[in-house]
């Protein structure tokens, strides 16, 4: 009895070094994250400035032949 709850307790703290080892490898810094989240959006702008220009020939073609592809 007393062997099992030696192990019980050798398992109890290998599971407890083994969240800390996750806890350390999961910590995220702010920084990092609002940096993340300030360069998607400089991305999301650019890409919506540039699709969000004039309409180009290909589309106005498209427009005009709308009616054949219905």
Avoid: C, T, W, Y
């Amino acid at each position: 009895m007393i062997e099992v709850l030696n192990r019980l307790s050798e398992i109890e703290q290998e599971i407890s070094a083994i969240k800390l080892r996750l806890g350390a490898s999961l910590a995220v810094d702010q920084g990092e994250v609002e940096a993340a989240v300030r360069g998607f959006l400089a991305l999301k702008e650019e890409v919506s400035r540039r699709l969000v220009g004039a309409p180009s020939v290909l589309e106005e073609f498209r427009k005009s032949r709308g009616h054949e592809f219905q």
